[in-house]
């Protein structure tokens, strides 16, 4: 157990890309918690597909131990954080655990987006924060500026900012020392009963569920029983410990300490974040105050191409919830794609990340319908309120008084040149502008817009018509009445469920337009005609036909026999009779897929 006094936990808040993972293995490597062999590049970012796109998912811990200049030994524990606003609520939680941050801030970037949003929760936790200016080895950086913009858009003093840079090793022992001199060691009693936090928990194919937690009074050991305050259950430690990154068994965890306890639960679903474990014998009398649930606020249906790999599907995305409590799935039948599962996510990268790891991890291939934030229906007759997670459950609109549907207050920072290309893109997805402030060469600006507009592909264009720039965060501000409706999508006379969607009244015609077209273009001709309408209830508001394909049946006979010729055109009308009787029509999978993914041209 370490004492009190000689404990530092921080956490890095950073905008996604100005180097917190990078800057988080330099402090390992330089403090020994890996030798430079053993370090392998971004060690805290351990799934395959954080490397790849560079995004850090997970919340994870190191111990580092180090010998400041005053002669004492400290014990700092670094809490990682994701950059992404879908894990935003990792970010909320990992604070919550420490007594200060490090706030970096690329040199060449300046403060963004989501510097704001992270610096402000750190605000609220009462932190100290140590800001980095990052990157100082680019010939882009601008120090000074940075400095300048952190005073002004944060209003934090940048005076005694650190200059780093994580890649080449500067300044990193002035940060090892400000963390040292400037964060506050945590408070506890070790006399008090056990009251520790339970900030995260993951599975592990060894270790079973492992749990991180921060310790506020009391001390925990093996052979010790537990309570989860909230969950009301009772378990048995087998094992305390810490990462180094590499883990290390200890003896037991005191005040102020963050670590890790497995007490053989098989699922991360049993442990609570934001619970508090407490002894089960001589229990704490006031548990905190926990953290909110996180709820999906994306929803859509993931399909198997092929339908036999339905099980496989299923047991998948049980596989991957052992990890990821944040998800949600159950199963769900469309008429048009079969057998499936309608999944929630935190938001569209999660939603990514998932359908990714489950082509990558298992081998599947998926059709994902178009994302759909929840409604609210308030429903007629006294019927009270539903939530709509899947647009082809909604209700016959004579049961629907209104809808409700969720709105978000969004953040987005933007070099001036592109502002107009901004405006419009908001403007266009009923954005309602709140504030405008210019900060050096960079606007802010303060939207509220619709999530159901945010969802398709909102980020995606913002980055492409700032060429990358402009930077965005948002979070929920609660639901709001629309004028939406549910907008379907029929093939030859037939809803096709798994087209449907809930879209504002004065965009569905261009919507159902560009639907229509797009469906045009993917279905193969048939040996009929085939309508393809996009309507509001009864009313078609768009619609394109495909031609008939004339199969040249006669081309075999040539010359002779007109008879004979006669009886095979009869028979390919006979054909056609049955095509259109049964009303199938082969629609190929990529049309799905294609006339789901908007936004291209949106
Ligand atoms: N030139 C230079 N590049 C750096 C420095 N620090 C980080 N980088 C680079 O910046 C990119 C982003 O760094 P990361 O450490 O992955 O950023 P991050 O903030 O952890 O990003 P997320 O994990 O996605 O939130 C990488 O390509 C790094 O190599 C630095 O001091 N100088």
Not at 116 to 127: K, M, R
Not at 353 to 375: C, F, M, N
Not at 547 to 555: E, F, H, L, N, Y
Request: charged fraction near 25%; glycine fraction near 8%.
């Amino acid at each position: 157990m370490t004492p009190l006094d000689h404990i530092r936990n921080f956490s890095i808040i950073a905008h996604i890309d100005h180097g917190k993972s990078t800057l988080a293995d330099r402090l390992i490597q330089t403090t020994g918690g890996l030798t430079a062999r053993e370090m392998s590049e971004q060690v805290l970012d351990n799934m395959d597909i954080e490397k790849e796109r560079g995004i850090t998912i997970k919340a994870q811990t190191v111990r580092l131990d180090y010998t400041a200049k005053d002669g004492q030994k400290y014990v700092l524990n670094l809490m990682d954080t994701p950059g992404h606003v879908d894990f935003a609520y990792e970010v909320s939680r990992s604070l919550a655990a420490c007594e200060g941050a490090l706030l970096v801030v690329d040199a060449s970037q300046g403060v963004e987006a989501q510097t704001l949003a992270n610096v402000y929760q750190s605000i609220e936790y009462d932190h100290e924060i140590v800001p980095v200016i990052n990157k100082i080895d680019l010939p882009a950086a601008e120090p000074e500026k940075v400095k300048q913009e952190i005073e002004e858009i944060i209003g934090l003093p940048a005076d005694d900012a650190v200059l780093a840079s994580a890649k080449s090793g500067i300044g990193i022992d002035d940060i090892l020392e400000a963390l040292v001199k400037r964060i506050p060691a945590p408070k506890g009693d070790i006399n008090a009963p056990l009251k520790a936090m339970l900030v995260d928990s993951w599975y592990d194919p060894y270790l079973g569920v492992v749990i991180l937690v921060r310790i506020i009074d009391g001390s925990l050991k093996k052979g010790q029983q537990i309570r989860f305050m909230q969950a009301g259950t009772t378990h048995l430690i087998d094992r305390v410990g810490c990462f180094r990154p590499k883990i290390e068994i200890l003896d037991s965890l005191g005040p102020g300490e963050i670590g890790f306890i497995t007490a053989q639960i098989k699922e991360v679903s049993q442990t609570a974040v934001g619970d508090t474990i407490t002894d089960a014998k001589n229990p704490t009398s006031t548990p905190l105050p926990g953290f909110k649930q996180v709820q999906p606020v994306v929803f859509c249906g993931l399909f198997p191409v092929d339908a036999a790999d339905f099980d496989k599907l299923k047991e998948s995305l049980g596989k991957l919830r052992l990890n990821d409590a944040s998800f949600s799935f159950e199963a769900e039948n469309s008429a048009a794609l079969g057998f499936g599962f309608r999944c929630g996510f935190l938001g569209l990268l999660h939603l990514e990340i998932i359908q990714e790891r489950l082509s990558r991890e298992y081998d599947l291939d998926l059709i994902t319908t178009a994302p759909s934030v929840v409604y609210h229906l308030n429903m007629t007759h006294g019927e009270g309120s539903i939530d709509l997670h899947n647009p082809a459950d909604m209700p016959d609109v004579t049961r629907i008084d209104s809808i409700d549907e969720p709105w978000i207050e969004a953040t987005i920072y933007v070099p001036d040149q592109y502002l107009g290309a901004v405006l419009k893109l908001c403007q266009d997805r009923r954005g309602i502008q709140k504030d405008m402030t210019y900060v050096g060469g960079r606007v802010q600006l303060l939207y509220e817009l619709p999530l159901n507009e945010v969802v398709f592909d909102f980020y995606d264009r913002l980055k492409s018509i700032s060429r990358g720039y402009a930077s965005f965060d948002y979070h929920q501000i609660g639901y709001r009445e629309g004028d939406l409706v549910k907008m379907t999508i029929m093939v030859n006379g037939e809803v096709v469920d798994a087209l449907s969607m809930i879209v504002h009244r004065h965009a569905a015609e261009g919507r159902g337009r560009q639907m229509c077209q797009r469906m045009k273009d993917l279905i193969p001709r048939h040996l009929f005609k085939i309508p393809i309408q996009a309507a509001i209830g009864g009313k078609v508001i768009a619609r394109e036909t495909i031609g008939a394909m004339r199969k040249d049946v006669t081309a075999k006979c040539y010359g002779g026999d007109i008879s004979r010729k006669k009886k095979l055109l009869e028979k390919q009308k006979e054909g056609k009779k049955r095509m259109r009787q049964y009303g199938s029509v082969d629609i190929p999978q990529e049309a799905f897929i294609a006339a789901l993914r908007m936004g291209d041209d949106s």
